[in-house]
């Protein structure tokens, strides 16, 4: 999972960018609110530990995927 994708997917689930921010500083992650927009579209570059921290919180907020018998993770 990319940031993109992990900003993309809290959002699907219901988390405003501001409420991705505001938990983005529990992984001692300062950024704004626009800067998480600029994030899910691709507009601007971010830190290693950015990035990290944005994927790290997608995976500790959204449930696991489910898997139908037979099918495999992408």
Known sequence: M??????????????SETAIRRELKRYGVVCSQ???????HGSV??????GDAIVKLAKEL????VFLEGEAAA
Not at 34 to 40: E, W, Y
């Open 2 to 15: 990319t940031p993109q994708q992990a900003i993309t997917a809290l959002s699907n689930a219901g988390y």
């Open 34 to 40: 626009s800067t998480i927009n600029r994030i899910k």
């Open 45 to 50: 570059s971010y830190s290693w530990d950015k």
């Open 62 to 65: 959204l449930p696991p995927p």
